[in-house]
């Protein structure tokens, strides 16, 4: 990671935790489990600054505004943790749509074996 400026917080991209993705759409055949990964989750070299009152901000935004990651603490490292928000990213009932046709043709496949 490159050098911190007086002031940066550096922030790691987690997939939902519980708060963001409960009541987050997912389409029948799909594990719930793919509603909790984000686009971006992992990636470290991002970094934030806090505001006047010091506090980070909230939502941090993706793809204009089409994917949304939420503040969720900080972790050991001191790092910002922004967690991957399905419920509230304009673009995952659409991915999830995607998803779910993946899984449809690999059934579909598995069936024809």
Avoid: N
């Avoid at 007086?6 to 519980?18: F, N």
């Avoid at 506090?55 to 990651?69: I, K, N, R, S, W």
Wanted: hydrophobic share 30%; proline share 9%; with cysteine.
């Amino acid at each position: 990671m490159a050098t911190l400026l007086r002031g940066e917080v550096p922030v790691i991209l987690q997939p939902a935790g519980t708060r963001q993705y409960t009541g987050a759409y997912c389409p029948p055949g799909v594990p719930f489990r793919e509603v909790r990964r984000g686009p971006f989750d992992g990636k470290r070299d991002i970094v934030v600054r806090p505001d006047a009152d010091g506090e980070l901000p909230q939502h941090m935004t993706f793809g204009g505004g089409a994917v949304v990651y939420e503040y969720d603490g900080r972790d050991t490292k001191h790092r910002a943790v922004y967690r991957y928000a399905p419920r509230l990213s304009p673009s995952h009932h659409g991915v999830m749509d995607g998803v779910a046709e993946v899984y449809a043709e690999h059934a579909r496949t598995k069936e024809g074996q």
